[in-house]
């Protein structure tokens, strides 16, 4: 009887469990705090974790983000105006605030919720 009920927690915490306030807020701080560079963590977290279709295609929005703003500032002049600069600075508002966002603000899931 013991057993059964260790293994339903078991696999009750690891399928489809959204983490706790301050666990969220922590993974939220990594793409603030890396500024862009590590915003596609939380998502990936986020999708290993709960394994849903929405949160791998979150994670895959924000690691193309992340790549397209890596490209974008490898690839981008010092002296930069105009739409260059405006998409430059687009990307790294959704690679950073984005990714933090996202994170802070994931709803449970229809199986995290029962």
């Given at each position: 009887?013991?057993?059964?009920?260790?293994?339903?927690?078991?696999?009750?915490?690891?399928?489809?469990?959204?983490?706790?306030l301050l666990p969220r807020?922590?993974?939220?701080?990594?793409?603030?705090?890396?500024?862009?560079?590590?915003?596609?963590?939380?998502?990936?977290?986020?999708?290993?974790?709960?394994?849903?279709?929405?949160?791998?295609?979150?994670?895959?929005?924000?690691?193309?983000?992340?790549?397209?703003?890596?490209?974008?500032?490898?690839?981008?002049?010092?002296?930069?105006?105009?739409?260059?600069?405006?998409?430059?600075?687009?990307?790294?508002?959704?690679?950073?605030?984005?990714?933090?966002?996202?994170?802070?603000?994931?709803?449970?899931?229809?199986?995290?919720?029962?």
């Open positions: 009887m013991k057993h059964d009920m260790v293994a339903a927690r078991a696999t009750q915490a690891v399928t489809g469990t959204v983490p706790g807020a922590a993974l939220a701080a990594v793409p603030l705090l890396s500024l862009g560079m590590l915003g596609a963590v939380p998502s990936l977290v986020l999708a290993f974790r709960r394994g849903t279709r929405a949160d791998w295609l979150a994670a895959v929005l924000f690691s193309a983000v992340n790549v397209a703003w890596l490209f974008e500032a490898v690839l981008t002049p010092v002296d930069t105006h105009g739409p260059q600069y405006a998409a430059d600075v687009l990307l790294l508002f959704a690679s950073t605030l984005g990714a933090a966002l996202h994170c802070l603000f994931v709803r449970p899931s229809v199986e995290g919720a029962r």
